[in-house]
Each structure stands twice: as C-alpha cells, then as structure tokens.
C-alpha cells in the first residue's frame, strides 16, 4: 500500500465549476500537507500548505485537512481554463516529503 | 530573481559515464531536496538536506550520490548511469526547517542510453 493515494484523474469539467480534489494517506507522522500545481513541462509550483485539521483559504482555493480520516482535500472555486493542470498532494515527516500520483484536471471553456 | 536554477536543462548520456547535474538558488534556503519524477511512479525523493551539514536518503537514493558543501548548491551525481535512470529530475529548496515550503526548479530531462 502506497503511503499517499491519489486518484490520477483524468478529471474534466466546466468552466466555473466547483473542482475537489482528494488524497487519502496512511503514515500517521505526517504533519504538513501541501497542494502543488505542475502545468507540462514545468517544475511544481506551491499552491497551498497546511499544518492542522481544518481549513485554510487562498483567493479560489481552499485546503482542507482530516487528520482524524487521514484524508486531505483541495478544493478550486470559479475553475478556469488556466487551472488546467496537475494537482499533487504532498505530505511531510523531517525532511522527507511523499508526493501523491498527481489527479491531471482539464477545464473546459 | 529568486530562484532554483538546474544544469543541464537537458542531457544524453551512455551507460556508465559519470555525470553532475547542479544544482542553485540564491533565497539562502537551509533545506534542498532532489526527485525524479516518471509516469505511473510520480514524483519520489532521492536525497535532501536539512542544511549544509545534513544529508540524508529519501525513497530511491540507489545509484545517487549528493554533496552539500555549501548553502547554495546541492549537485546531484551519477557515479555510472544506468537506462533505469532515465527520467525528470527536479532540485527545490525551502526556507523552512523542514520540507514544506518547497520551491522547485525547472527540471533536467536525462536520457541514458
């Protein structure tokens, strides 16, 4: 069993819609979990980190973190063309850091 | 500019012949890390360092080697390449004490034939 489960996707929606984004993990010393954004051809590009359960907001971007579930959630407001991409959930011990598979996402216009 | 600089951006080599992919960034970051990313697998951690007198193995360190002898840079060595290796390396650093805030480079496509 893969410590970080990420569901590869592809997801496609519209323009506008509400987009979730999930990853379940099993190591209970994870203490940070992160949101990256690759587009093709590109290095990941920090969305969003988050220390404790609960939720933490950025502009159209909310985190959510269930410790208790070992379940973290990224969701994208008003989703636009230009958000597509792929998504990693990351998560972090010391100094290690385990990436999901990435969920690849396509807004369509 | 802030930022992870990565060379080559893109390289091919043959089986066994040693290569050096640096690594930099000018934020003053204490942390660096190297991955390699392939379809199916994903991103997955070769090394990091914690700072300059850390280092330590991350999920697939076999065939790597790193040195951090300087804040700066963190090469990534290949002692005798092997096709296996072929792959998207990624170098990110972080200002923190640890991995969460990473800032990555632009990647090095690495072809061994």
């Known amino acids: 069993q893969k410590e970080v489960e990420q569901d590869p996707g592809p997801l496609s929606v519209p323009e506008g819609a509400i987009v979730s984004l999930n990853c379940t993990y099993s190591n209970s010393a994870f203490q940070y979990f992160m949101w990256y954004r690759q587009y093709s051809r590109k290095g990941p590009e920090l969305l969003m980190y988050?220390?404790?359960?609960g939720n933490k907001e950025d502009g159209r971007f909310t985190a959510q973190v269930d410790k208790s579930s070992k379940y973290i959630s990224l969701f994208i407001r008003d989703s636009q063309p230009s958000d597509s991409a792929t998504y990693l959930c990351?998560?972090?011990?010391?100094?290690?850091?385990?990436f999901g598979q990435g969920t690849t996402l396509q807004v369509k216009p | 500019e802030a930022q992870v600089t990565q060379n080559p951006r893109y390289l091919i080599t043959v089986t066994g012949k040693k290569l050096t992919v640096t690594c930099s960034q000018n934020?003053?970051?204490?942390?660096m890390s190297w991955y390699r990313q392939d379809p199916g697998l994903g991103l997955r951690q070769i090394y990091y360092?914690?700072?300059?007198?850390?280092?330590d193995k991350g999920d697939v360190p076999e065939g790597y080697k790193v040195s951090r002898k300087e804040k700066r840079n963190f090469p990534l060595i290949l002692e005798s390449p092997s096709p296996n290796q072929t792959s998207l390396y990624f170098c990110?650093?972080?200002?923190?004490?640890?991995?969460?805030?990473?800032?990555f480079g632009p990647g090095t496509r690495l072809t061994v034939t």
């Open positions: 360092s914690m700072n300059v007198e850390v280092t």
């Open positions: 990351a998560m972090t011990y010391t100094g290690k850091l385990i």
């Open positions: 988050t220390y404790s359960s």
């Open positions: 990110a650093s972080s200002p923190a004490g640890g991995a969460y805030e990473q800032y």
């Open positions: 934020m003053n970051h204490e942390y």
